[in-house]
Structure formats: C-alpha cells, structure tokens
C-alpha cells in the first residue's frame, strides 16, 4: 500500500507541474460548457425569410405583418420577382422563400380558395424545414381568422357537425421544455468522461515513449500497483472537473437540480473508473502519443455522437441501440439526467449502474492484461 | 535539394505506413463518422414507448388505443391505472409520454360535448417530447376526422412547400460536407502539430534543424503524407456520399477537390502554427482538441444551425474556417455552382492561409533564430 | 555457486529467426566489476534485458543474486539496481522527488527515505539543484544522478548499460570513481560499454560478437592471449573475427 502510495504522490507532482493540465481542468471545461450549451441548441430562430408578394393586398400585407411578429424569422429586404428571390437563396441569403401569387385575395374569394408558395433551402434541414413549418403554421391560423371573417356561420356549423377533441399539454419536470436543462447536464457528464479518456491513454505511453517506463520495470513493483497508482489521480481529476461543472451549471445556467448528489457522484467515480480503463488500455496497446491520441479520438468521436447527448437514443435503429450498451458516456448522460432533471432515485437508474460496473471490471482487467513489464 | 526533400518525404511516408493501426484509423474514422450521421444520427422517431392511462375502458377508448398504436410510432407499454405511476415510469426511464383518456370518453365523445385528451411528457428531453406531442397531436385529429362529417371546408389556403436543391430531405447532404470539413481538420492540423510537437519533445527537432535542408521544407516534409492521406479521404467521403447516400455532385469535381485542397491547407498553417506554440504532444492534442475538432464540429454549421445561435457564438463561427468550406461544398455539389458564386468564402480562405502561415513562420523565427 | 551474483548458462533470446544472444554462459563473482562488451548491435542489452527480468529468455537457465530468471523476477528486482542507456529518471520531477519516489517504490522507509536523499545530495554535490527540476541539470550530473538512484535501495548488483555515453573524459572518471565506491561496498557491477579505455578498468571482461561470448577474462589475460598492449587492440582482433 505504501508503493502506490508514492506513484500516487508522483502522479500528482506530474500533473499540477504539467502547465497544459491545470487550465484543462478547469477554464476549459467551463468554456466548453458555455460554448456547448449556446451552440448545440435545435431551437431554430433567425431563419432568413424573402417574401415576394405580388398580391399587395390587404391580406398578403397581413400575412407578412402576422410574420414579422413571430421572433423566429429575419425577413430580408422583399426581393420584387421569384428570380432575384432565387439569386438570394443560391447565394445563402435567403432560407425560405414566400411567394404570394397576384390575385391573391380577389381568388380567395372568387374560388374560396388561396395558395402561398414556399421555396425551401432544404440543405441545412432544420433551419429551413422547421422553418417552413413554423411558417405553415402562422398562415393557417391566418387562414383561420379570415375564414370566420368571411363566413362567420362556417363556426357555428363546425361545432355541431363533428365530435370534438381537445389536447391538452403538461410537461413534466421541464415545463418550459428548456434546451439547457436537457444538454448542460449531458455535457457535464460528456466532458469528464472525454478528458479523463484522453489523458490517461497518453499516459504510459508517454512514459514508454520518454523511456521513464523502463526504470519502473526494473523495480518489483507490481501491475495491478502501478496501474492503480496512475488511476487514482485521475479519479480525482474526474471528479474535481464534474464538481466545477455542477457548480458552473448552477451559477450560470441554473441548471435544476431534483434529485441526490450523492448518487450523481457515486455514478461518476463508477463511470470514470471504467473510462479509465479504457483509457489505460488504449495506452498500453499504443507505441506512441500520436497513436494513443489517435484511437482515442476514434473511439471518443463515436461515443459521443452515439451517446443520445445530441439525439436520442431511441431514435436509432435497433442494432445500433445495441452499440451503445457498452458506451460508457450513454451511461453517464442518462444518469445525469434523470437525476438532475427528474430526480430519479438509485432505483430508477440501478440497471446503469449495473452495466456501468460490468463495464469497469472488464476494461480494467483488459487494462491489466495488457500491460507488459516483460518483453 | 529537391532529391533531398523527396527523399526525405519517402522516409517519413514509409515512418506513416508502418504504422497500422494508425492507418487503419485514418480511412477507418470517416468510414465510420460517415456511417453514424447517415444511419444513427437522426431526431426521427420510432417505437417511443408511451403509457396509456385509460379511465374509460369502453369500446371507444380501446379503438382509439389501437388508433395510436397501430402506426408503429407509439409502443404501448403500459395500462397503469392513475396519473401517479407516471412519475416513477419517468423516473426510470422505460416511458417517455403518457395519454390519458377521461371517463365516459365514448359517450361525450359521441353526444358532441368537448372532450379533452391530456398528453403528459417526460419534458427532461425536450425536443423529444415536442416531437412525440406533436405526432399525438396527428393522430388524434385523424381519429376525430373519421368520425366527422364534412369533407375539406371551403376558404382553404394551400401552402405548397418545395424543397429546394434536397426534394427528398436527405440527410446526407447536410452532413457529408460537414464530416469532410471535419476529417480533413482532424487528420491535416492535428497530425501536424503533433508531429512537430514530437520532434521537440524527444529532441529530434534540434537534430532536423541542422540538416541541409532549410526548416520549413523540413516541416512541408513532415507534412506532406499527410495532404496525401487526408486528401484520400475527403474523396472518400466524397464518395460515400455520392454513392450510398446518393448526394449528387452537381458541379465541377476538378473546382470542389482542389478547392478542398485549399481548405486543406488552411488546416495544415493551423497545425504548423499551433506546433510552433505547444511544447508537448499532450499540449499540442489539446489545444487540437479545442481550438481545431470542438468548433469544427459545433460551429460549422452542420449540426447545429448557426443562425439561431447566441451572436457572440455567430460571430466566432466567421473565423471558424470549416464554415467556408461547408459552404463552398454545398454549393457546388448541391447548387452545382460555379466558382463566381462562392468566391466570397474562397476570398476568405486564401487570406485565412496567408495570415496562418505569416503567424507559424513569425513564431518559427522567434524560436529557431 | 554461493560465491556468484549473476550464473548464466548457454542464455538465448530469439526475436523470430533472428537470435539476438546465442547461448552465452558466464558467471559473475560477487563483488566483482563485470565489464560487457561489445560493439552496439551484439546484443549486450537485450542479454542485460534478460538478466534484470525485462524480457523473458528463449532457452537457456540463469540465476541472478541467487534468484532464477524464468520463476523469480520479482525478487530479483529486489536486489538489483538499473541504469538504461537512455536517461529515464523523470525530468519533471525535482532531485529530492526522484529519489523520494524510487525510495518509496523500492519500499524503503520513510527515515530511511529521508537519509538516503540527504546522503546523495551530499555525495554528489547537488545541494543547490535539490529542488529543481532534473531536466535542468547537466548531462554529468543527470548520469550520476541515475547511478545514484538506482542504488537507492542498497541493491546487490547493479546494472549499467552504457552508462557514460556521451559526457566527457572528466566526467566519465568521476563517474568510474562512484562504480569503484560502489564496488568497495560489496556492490557487483555489471557494466556494459563499447569505451576500451573503460573496460582496462574492470575486473573481468566478457567481449560479444554477433550474440556471442567470443572472450572472457580479466583485461590483462586477454591483451596477453591476443598478444596486443591494449583492451582496443584485442577487440578490433575480435571484431575482425
């Protein structure tokens, strides 16, 4: 116990010394944390909108006065013709394009009909997609309105004619279906997981790479000693950087928080504990940094974009639904989560913790194997 | 000199290749980011498991269960009895959206009086839950619509939408430009700069810097195999795109490699220039990892539409340089444009590579002098 | 046996077709300077490799401080100091880091640890370097330093694998005077160079030549078999096969 005592301590020497390694855990994972949460946002706003109405009409000036009032759409200067509308499209000024036809409101009475055109950049989908639906949506309660003004009767028949359902909404634990809560949370667990990967995998190959690694090796210290020595100063990175992530979150996002800390912390240590020895393992089969970096990377890129941080799980298809099983970061996000957001107990997220136990003693034992005194 | 430098470049092309499980990286990773965004990447929905509390357990109400059910969207779970249970079913996760349907649905339903259908989410995922509301939403309209009398009502307004330059709504076409932007910052700029970095940490650079060869060609040297093998994959990706997802190349192909090759080189001053600054490997990685990969991946647009950004954030993605490429790929596969319609983001670019590389040489004199 | 630190007997490492050391068999008395040597590429350090338990023999059995190579590694690293041919102390770590941490891996006691730390600093003059970092000190210092620490606790033999490459005639004195201390303490030395000049100051001397042992004695029954007046003279013979 003592031995890994002093690889600890050195561990520690190692890295507060390291000038990269101390702003990385704690500037940086907070400006990660504001970038992220402003940046991947899909609520879509600032959809650049031409409108070419050539109508000019009461109504077609309604319907762009009713436009205007929505927040979402920044309607450019109205372009005289369809063609130069286009102009502006290919050149990426335009998003959607609204035509209102001559004739417009005349037709909408003469053959109790109207139609508006919408010219989608389609692209970039949801900008301009959920652009255009938001867009459909203003012009049928348009439709609405006009249609009582001009056979205020049509109402009165309607209600009688057919049964009537009503929805009606509650949105549980995020009422005002905040974005933030949703992602600051999943990137909190996202991050720890990330940078504890990365700078355990550098770290033996760092010290095969320098040579350090081979006076180690000629001292009867043993594997599961040296490999825990390199852990434990990691663990405590980990949780130093999620502490400093909660707390950021709080104060600038104020993000909820429902349910037990304990429990959060006690996942994270489960969770970093096997990130860290996939990080390990991942050292132990690279020859160099580059290498390292680069498995890493790999392997991170796709935990990440198949984590449900961004889109949900179960909108994958089912064997990839599978692959994310042993994804360790897909674990941490629904734990936050659920946690933070829902207030779920032990209980509800006993089977993460589970799968997240299976998943550390498994690389663990990997990161063991595979670490070689002898040649 | 230039036997020199070729040969050189030999040599550090051999050093690459030898190096398996790199490479198996390098053409594995677009394959396999290609594969996530075209299959696994996707805010569509299916099978969401949704628990119904039925009140009134007529003949109605259990219609109106397999309406919603039938589509293959909604996959019933449960039949709890009570509001309450929801909260647990949440809580663990296994329900995302409970609908209750009040007593007496039938008879009220049928006697005309309004009944209310109350759509209960788990809003913890907000998206998902305005996705699954909004679905419900349909189908209960089209349950009411069976039952109703009259046909489309007179004083409609059409709104035709068309789908400009995507009809089918591929993502594919999104995407595949930004994985390209993203592999060839990855592979270009970070390989770079760690290479460098490497050179200084083991000491070898000083050993380099001394060799005939002045210290620039040294680095183009260096970084030579890799333009090749990222070039390699943006033509991949490029062709992953044209043929399994189908996005069409509908400009010149010679005007969108080569103007690859200029981002690619935009990618390759950042690399030089952060090496010049970082002294470690691990330095080199990270400050890689968040000035390189985090905005490439965030702020050029392909995953999160910039526009409805903070402008804070707005205004950083104009220096983001994987921004101007994804535009100039958009529209010259996609738009089939010429090079007149995309000379702003080109302007951009060249001037991005000639101040980046101004900055790496002001710093490598700094250094080296 | 009793009296050797290190026996070897017909050792082999192969790498695929390739043997690097071809059954060499020699013994080590206790005590004794050993000088290894060769010309780089004989395969000194991968037969110095199997001896401290880094790599693993093909063939052949050998025993070291009394500890086989094949069952008891472990032990072996006990009682065995190590000094590779590439500097690898860390030089983020400062002087007194060094030797804490390699005390405290090697089990030492914290008193002990805090003795031991105080004797090398005064031994090797580094009061003023104590608390720097060891990539600032010179090239000398870092080398004596690694003899140093790889004698930090009290090993029975000690390795050495080329270990003044690259410093200079004074410095390469000064660090044959620590061996010799060493030496006089009842320490084995295992030393492998390719300086002839170096190996004049061994007590026996083993030569390599494409994996084997080609000669072996003290300096003066070799320059006398080979009929030549230096160490130099009886390896370019050797060399020349």
């Given at each position: 116990m003592r031995k890994l005592f002093y690889i600890v301590q050195k561990e520690f020497i190692q890295i507060f010394r390291n000038k990269a390694i101390l702003p990385l855990m704690t500037v940086v994972p907070i400006m990660q944390l504001i970038v992220l949460s402003f940046a991947a946002s899909n609520e879509v706003r600032n959809v650049q909108l031409a409108i070419?109405?050539?109508?000019?009409s009461e109504y077609s000036r309604l319907i762009t006065s009713k436009i205007k009032n929505s927040d979402r759409f920044i309607l450019m200067?109205?372009?005289?013709?369809v063609k130069l509308a286009d102009g502006m499209m290919q050149s990426g000024n335009a998003d959607i394009i609204l035509t209102i036809p001559p004739q417009f409101e005349k037709n909408f009475f003469k053959n109790k009909t109207g139609e508006i055109q919408l010219l989608v950049?389609?692209?970039?989908?949801q900008q301009a997609t959920v652009g255009a639906a938001y867009l459909a949506q203003i012009i049928q309660s348009f439709n609405q309105e006009i249609r009582l003004d001009a056979v205020p009767q049509l109402a009165v028949m309607k209600q009688f004619s057919s049964p009537q359902l009503r929805i009606e909404n509650s949105n549980w634990y995020n009422p005002d279906l905040s974005y933030k809560d949703f992602m600051v949370p999943g990137i909190l667990g996202e991050l720890a997981t990330l940078l504890v990967m990365l700078l355990t995998a550098m770290n033996i190959v760092r010290e095969r790479e320098i040579g350090t690694i081979e006076q180690i090796n000629?001292?009867?210290?043993k594997k599961w000693q040296f490999i825990l020595g390199k852990m434990i100063p990691f663990l405590f990175i980990g949780m130093f950087l999620l502490t400093v992530g909660m707390i950021a979150g709080k104060l600038i996002?104020?993000?909820?928080?429902?349910?037990s800390l304990w429990v959060i912390f006690a996942y994270c240590l489960l969770n970093l504990t096997a990130v860290l020895g996939i990080g390990l393992f991942i050292s132990n089969l690279a020859d160099t940094q580059q290498q390292a970096m680069f498995i890493t990377f790999f392997f991170a890129i796709i935990f990440i974009l198949m984590?449900?941080?961004?889109?949900?799980?179960?909108?994958?298809?089912k064997m990839a639904q599978y692959f994310?099983?042993?994804?360790?970061i897909a674990h941490f996000v629904h734990v936050m989560r659920s946690v933070l957001l829902?207030?779920?107990e032990f209980s509800d997220v006993a089977y993460n913790f589970k799968v997240t136990a299976v998943l550390a003693v498994v690389f663990n034992s990997l990161a063991i194997l595979s670490y070689r005194k002898v040649s | 000199m230039l036997r020199i430098f070729l040969a050189f470049v030999k040599k550090e092309t051999f050093h690459i290749l030898r190096d398996t499980r790199t490479l198996v990286i390098l053409f594995g990773m677009p394959i396999a980011l290609v594969l996530i965004f075209g299959?696994?990447?996707?805010?569509e929905f299916k099978d969401a498991s949704i628990s119904i509390i039925d009140q009134s357990k007529d003949n109605l109400s259990h219609e109106f269960v397999e309406h919603l059910t039938?589509?293959?969207?909604?996959?019933?779970t449960n039949l709890p009895n009570?509001?309450?249970s929801l909260d647990g079913e949440f809580k663990g996760g296994n329900v995302k959206m409970g609908i209750v349907i009040p007593p007496n649905f039938e008879k009220d339903f049928f006697k005309k009086t309004p009944v209310t259908i109350q759509l209960i989410t788990d809003a913890s995922e907000p998206n998902y839950a305005t996705t699954l509301t909004s679905y419900a939403s349909q189908m209960i309209f089209s349950f009411q619509k069976k039952y109703s009398k009259s046909a489309i009502p007179p004083y409609q307004i059409e709104t035709e939408i068309r789908m400009m330059y995507n009809p089918k709504l591929i993502g594919a076409y999104n995407f595949i430009p930004g994985v390209a932007a993203l592999i060839l910052m990855l592979i270009s700029a970070m390989m770079t700069s760690l290479t460098i970095a490497k050179e200084k940490e083991t000491g070898t650079m000083d050993l380099l810097l001394v060799s005939p060869l002045p210290p620039m060609l040294i680095i183009l040297g260096k970084i030579m195999p890799y333009v090749v093998l990222s070039f390699i994959d943006a033509v991949l990706v490029f062709a992953m795109g044209y043929?399994?997802?189908?996005?069409?190349?509908?400009?010149s192909l010679a005007l969108l490699l080569s103007l690859s090759l200029l981002y690619l080189t935009v990618a390759l001053a950042l690399g030089v220039l952060i090496s010049t600054k970082a002294a470690t490997q691990q330095a080199a990685m990270m400050v890689s990892l968040f000035t390189l990969m985090l905005p490439t991946m965030l702020l050029?647009?392909?995953?999160?539409?910039?526009?409805?950004?903070?402008w804070v954030l707005q205004y950083i993605s104009k220096i983001v340089p994987a921004n101007y490429f994804v535009q100039i790929q958009q529209a010259v596969m996609?738009?089939?444009?010429?090079w007149e319609s995309i000379s702003h983001p080109i302007l951009i670019l060249i001037i991005m590579v000639f101040v980046l590389f101004a900055a790496a040489w002001k710093n490598f004199k700094v250094i080296y002098k | 046996m009793e009296n050797n630190a290190i026996t070897a007997i017909g050792l082999t490492k192969k790498f695929g077709d390739f043997t690097?050391?071809?059954?060499i068999t020699f013994e080590v008395k206790k005590g004794e300077i050993f000088g290894f040597l060769g010309a780089n590429g004989a395969g000194k350090t991968t037969a110095i490799k199997m001896l401290i338990g880094l790599s693993r023999p093909t063939n052949g059995q050998a025993t070291v401080a009394g500890f086989d190579v094949f069952k008891q590694t472990n032990r072996i690293k006990e009682n065995i100091g190590y000094m590779s041919?590439?500097?690898?102390?860390?030089?983020?770590?400062t002087v007194k880091q060094n030797i804490n941490f390699y005390g405290g891996i090697y089990g030492l006691s914290r008193k002990k640890i805090i003795e031991k730390t105080a004797s090398i600093i005064e031994n090797l003059n580094l009061r003023s370097y104590a608390?720097?970092?060891?990539?600032?000190?010179?090239l000398g210092w870092k080398q004596r330093l690694s003899f140093a620490v790889a004698s930090v606790h009290d090993p029975k033999i000690i390795f050495l694998d080329?270990?003044?490459?690259?410093?200079?005639p004074a410095t390469r004195r000064q660090f044959w005077e620590m061996i010799y201390e060493a030496s006089n303490n009842g320490i084995t030395i295992f030393v492998t160079t390719h300086y002839m000049d170096e190996a004049?100051?061994?007590?026996r001397v083993s030569i390599m030549v494409d994996g084997k042992i080609e000669a072996l004695g003290t300096p003066r029954e070799l320059k006398e078999r080979f009929k030549v007046n230096s160490m130099d003279d009886v390896f370019i013979q050797l060399a020349r096969g």
């Open positions: 070419v109405d050539q109508d000019n200067d109205n372009p005289p013709s950049n389609a692209i970039n989908g000629v001292t009867p210290i996002f104020d993000i909820p928080i429902v349910g984590c449900g941080l961004f889109t949900p799980i179960e909108s994958m298809p994310t099983i042993p994804n360790p829902k207030g779920s | 299959y696994t990447v996707t805010n039938a589509s293959g969207h909604f996959q019933l009570n509001i309450n043929y399994i997802f189908e996005v069409p190349i509908h400009g050029s647009g392909f995953m999160f539409p910039i526009a409805s950004m903070p996609l738009k089939g444009a010429g | 690097a050391v071809n059954a041919q590439k500097f690898s102390l860390y030089e983020d770590l608390n720097k970092v060891v990539g600032d000190l010179p080329e270990p003044t490459g690259g410093v200079d004049e100051y061994c007590h």
